[in-house]
């Protein structure tokens, strides 16, 4: 089959990939030619990708170019950027994609939308947009879906190959379609539904992540006050057959589950309370732990302006280069508004908008506080390596970790997100408990 892929970013180059591989004659298209040259050269680090682009390229069945062909199918992957209350701006990229296919878009032809959209777009804003650019009717000319993607950027490649898919036709012809298309490409269930239950769907898995992750930081902070480890709490919630917490941390960062519960929230803010606090919650992550790295300070006798603190781990989460929405650049820029001096320091970590220390050594000299804000697999066995650091840093220094990376550490003032403060392997300075019943429910019960 003839297949068009519109945007070749994280989700479209490897889907054109894995097409070219598994046998369809592919065109990658990208309106932005350098993006496209740094796409294919390999700045997308994932497990396997090259070797699928290799194949696709090599076998003559993977091209790219910066415009649309005829083709059977037409596969849309652009970014959807989410711009509160302007779903013009939000689906800008998606409009012009279907701008572009409109012209080459023949009678039997399928139309697929990955790119997360809010509920009913693909019925109430695509389908008569293509309708009318193309002269055509989708349902008897032509077809149209919405197959959201669900890939785990870091393990994309394989997820992509073997996750389930959900794919969701405007109608039944178009379902069936679509359906067909995915079944040549992925081992996992192909779930046919119709295309706004798709669209819910997506928004509702990576929202469920984001009140999940709220809920997990939420707790973090009443386990600190309560003298708890709330890590090692929650693996024990979690052995309840249907419990499934998952973990706190610095915020939430990436391109997905920041983002995308706001395409609900927006539509009926009313009606979202919950969504909204958990989207708050997390958003006000960075900040709460920029401000326990200055209160665990002060305990040291050091003033936060002027201090040295290095962050370690400026990915939006451990094991990949993406800084997309880095929970970093939040607690650094609450650090710098109290006269902090900010170190980075990341392995792998590509497009940061401030310079990165690759080298933990070099970027710990003379610091006096470290903290480890995403959990790269570099730093496993960090525990064994801290005596050094302390040498390499200012007197009485300070550790901090948000991820759960280390159980101790010997000569650091340590605080851990979740647990609270211990020096050299001893639980001290807990923060004041907090009244567990308030002041008002006290006096009415
Ligand atoms: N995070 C926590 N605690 C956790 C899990 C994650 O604080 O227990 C943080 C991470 O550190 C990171 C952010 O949340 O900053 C997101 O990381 P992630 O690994 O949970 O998710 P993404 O953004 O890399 O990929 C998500 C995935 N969705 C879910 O886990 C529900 C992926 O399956 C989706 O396909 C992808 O979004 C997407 O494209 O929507």
Same mark, same amino acid.
Not at 283 to 303: C, E, H, N, T, Y
């Given at each position: &089959? %003839?297949?068009?892929? +519109?945007?070749?970013?994280?989700? #479209?180059?490897? /889907?054109?990939?894995?097409?070219?591989?598994?046998?369809?004659?592919?065109?990658?298209?990208?309106?932005?030619?350098?993006?496209?040259?740094? !796409?294919?050269?390999? $700045? @997308?680090?994932?497990?396997?990708? &090259?070797?699928?682009?290799? =194949?696709?390229?090599?076998?003559?069945? +993977?091209?790219?170019?910066t415009t649309v062909h005829e083709a059977d199918t037409f596969v849309i992957c652009v970014p959807t950027p989410h711009v509160a209350g302007r779903q013009d701006l939000t689906l800008a990229d998606v409009l012009a994609a279907i701008e572009s296919i409109a012209p080459h878009l023949r009678k039997g032809n399928l139309v697929v939308l990955e790119s997360t959209v809010p509920p009913g777009t693909t019925d109430d804003v695509i389908r008569p947009c293509l309708d009318r650019l193309s002269g055509l009717s989708c349902g008897s000319d032509y077809f149209l879906a919405y197959c959201p993607e669900r890939v785990l950027p870091g393990n994309l490649v394989h997820e992509l190959a073997h996750n389930a898919r959900i794919v969701g036709g405007v109608d039944d012809e178009s379902g069936r379609r679509a359906a067909a298309l995915f079944r040549t490409i992925v081992s996992g269930e192909v779930l046919v539904t119709g295309s706004r239950t798709a669209e819910m769907s %997506?928004? !509702?898995?990576? /929202?469920?992540?984001?009140?999940?992750?709220? @809920?997990?930081?939420?707790?973090?902070?009443?386990?600190?006050?309560?003298?708890?480890?709330?890590?090692?709490?929650?693996?024990?919630?979690?052995?309840?057959?249907?419990?499934?917490? *998952?973990?706190?941390?610095?915020?939430?960062?990436?391109?997905?589950?920041?983002?995308?519960?706001?395409?609900?929230?927006?539509? /009926?803010?009313?009606?979202?309370?919950?969504?909204?606090?958990?989207?708050?919650?997390?958003?006000? *992550?960075?900040?709460?732990?920029?401000?326990?790295?200055?209160?665990?300070?002060?305990?040291?006798? %050091?003033?936060?302006? #002027?201090?040295? $603190?290095?962050? !370690?781990?400026?990915?939006? %989460?451990?094991? =990949?280069?993406?800084?997309?929405?880095?929970?970093? +650049?939040?607690?650094? /820029?609450w650090l710098w508004e109290s006269g902090a001096d900010v170190i980075f320091q990341d392995p792998i970590a590509t497009g940061f908008p401030h310079p990165v220390e690759p080298d933990l050594l070099a970027a710990v000299s003379g610091a006096d506080a470290l903290a480890v804000i995403a959990d790269h697999p570099q730093y496993l066995g960090l525990e064994l390596l801290l005596p050094r650091l302390r040498r390499l840093m200012r007197p009485n220094p300070l550790f901090v970790d948000t991820r759960g990376v280390v159980k101790s550490a010997e000569g650091f003032l340590f605080w851990r997100l979740g647990c609270g403060f211990a020096k050299d392997g001893n639980v001290v300075l807990n923060r004041p408990a907090q009244p567990v019943v308030s002041e008002e429910l006290r006096k009415t019960s």
């Open positions: &089959m %003839k297949c068009c892929v +519109l945007g070749l970013g994280y989700i #479209g180059l490897p /889907t054109a990939a894995l097409l070219a591989a598994r046998g369809h004659d592919v065109l990658g298209v990208d309106v932005d030619p350098q993006r496209l040259d740094l !796409m294919v050269q390999g $700045v @997308l680090r994932e497990s396997g990708l &090259m070797e699928l682009i290799e =194949v696709g390229v090599l076998s003559g069945r +993977l091209r790219t170019g %997506k928004l !509702m898995e990576n /929202t469920y992540a984001a009140v999940n992750i709220a @809920l997990a930081n939420e707790l973090a902070w009443l386990a600190e006050y309560a003298g708890i480890d709330v890590r090692e709490a929650i693996a024990l919630a979690n052995r309840h057959p249907r419990v499934n917490l *998952m973990n706190p941390g610095p915020g939430v960062g990436g391109h997905c589950i920041p983002v995308d519960p706001w395409f609900l929230v927006d539509g /009926t803010p009313a009606s979202a309370c919950l969504i909204s606090q958990a989207l708050r919650t997390n958003d006000g *992550m960075p900040g709460r732990v920029a401000s326990a790295i200055g209160d665990a300070l002060a305990r040291i006798g %050091k003033p936060i302006s #002027g201090a040295r $603190v290095v962050l !370690m781990g400026v990915a939006y %989460k451990g094991g =990949v280069d993406d800084v997309r929405e880095s929970p970093a +650049l939040g607690v650094a /820029t």
